[in-house]
């Protein structure tokens, strides 16, 4: 991705958006009809123009399509479309009660998996950058993301085994996505810190993930977003470091406003050479920042990361945020990146 035209500090998103309520009565109003491929089709065109708009008129300078069409979360509705991974027949650990992590229903892996007509992540791709005229992110969950909701059977020993098929999946549409124009691709594996691996290990896995991607790749590494609430509670980054830096990954996207900016330090004693997009909106919070919220936590980034390698994001995707807490925050996050800009002399 060029930056001749982005500003300093460029400002962009983790994924998704919050969604209109229309969306949420249409699911409903739905939920027990057989849905035409057009009803599908434009109810998301729909929901994705929103989503630009609201974007666009925040001042968010690199946009994503708020993910509108992933009903099923950022990467669980792709698993219908890979061969020998059903729904396993054990129910999900819980399902009365607050919805949580043991929520959700397993797949079962019954031989080796393919994607034969790709994830569908590039249609998505085409229509958003048919629809706006700014720069923008395309963005796929990682390998060790999907594996680790799969019961492995005799086909695949580990789930790393597993992740290395999903590896080659992912790598055919991340490649389709770069030829259809992405110029900046993210991958998304909070994974990473949930399952503590070994970092090496997973930085392997990351660069065959993106082995031969012609574009920018960023990675996105949380504590999770399920409905609002993180699946960690001891959320550090720090055992992944430096072993991390294996990973062939133009920029690291993670979470900073939700631990108080705690661990930013990581960039400056392990002397970063990668971009880093660093989360200075809590998406996790109700309550909405306000600018000089916002442009206290970029200070305190700019501590330890060179304005040039730093990017501003949220902590992580918006989709289970309220839309209009959503929009607050994001503009909350221009106007506090604007305040930092103009204390670094730059002119908007
Ligand atoms: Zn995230």
């Excluded at 330090?265 to 109700?286: H, M, N, Q, S, T």
Aim: proline content about 6%.
């Amino acid at each position: 991705m060029s930056k001749a035209n982005l500003p300093i500090l460029p400002i962009s998103v983790v994924g998704s958006h919050g969604r209109p309520g229309w969306l949420y009565i249409f699911r409903e109003a739905t939920a027990n009809r057989e849905l035409g491929s057009i009803d599908v089709e434009e109810v998301g065109d729909d929901a994705v123009r929103l989503a630009i708009l609201d974007q666009e008129e925040a001042g968010i300078d690199v946009i994503s399509d708020g993910e509108m069409r992933r009903t099923a979360g950022y990467y669980r509705g792709y698993m219908d479309r890979i061969v020998n991974l059903p729904f396993s027949k054990k129910p999900p650990l819980r399902q009365v009660g607050p919805f949580h992590y043991d929520f959700v229903r397993f797949r079962e892996v019954v031989g080796p998996i393919s994607a034969p007509e790709g994830l569908g992540i590039v249609d998505e791709f085409k229509y958003l950058k048919a629809h706006t005229e700014k720069p923008v992110k395309a963005t796929c969950a990682g390998p060790l993301n999907f594996a680790r909701e799969c019961i492995i059977n005799s086909t695949y020993k580990t789930a790393f085994d597993l992740a290395y098929d999903f590896a080659k999946i992912i790598n055919a549409e991340l490649k389709g996505l770069a030829a259809a124009g992405a110029d900046f691709i993210q991958v998304d594996e909070p994974s990473y810190v949930h399952l503590r691996e070994e970092p090496a290990e997973m930085a392997k896995l990351f660069n065959a993930t993106v082995e031969g991607v012609a574009a920018k790749v960023a990675l996105h590494i949380c504590f999770g977003t399920h409905a609002g609430r993180p699946r960690m509670s001891r959320r550090t980054y720090r055992q992944l470091f430096p072993r991390i830096l294996d990973a062939k990954a133009d920029q690291f996207v993670l979470e900073f406003a939700n631990r108080q900016m705690s661990e930013i330090e990581l960039w400056k004693e392990f002397a970063v050479g990668r971009e880093l997009g660093a989360g200075v909106i809590d998406v996790k919070a109700y309550e909405v920042e306000t600018p000089e919220d916002v442009a206290e936590r970029i200070r305190t980034a700019l501590k330890y990361v060179p304005p040039e390698r730093l990017w501003i994001n949220p902590d992580c995707g918006m989709g289970n945020t309220p839309r209009w807490i959503c929009v607050e925050k994001l503009k909350a996050m221009v106007e506090g990146t604007r305040i930092v800009r103009r204390e670094l002399g730059y002119k908007e």
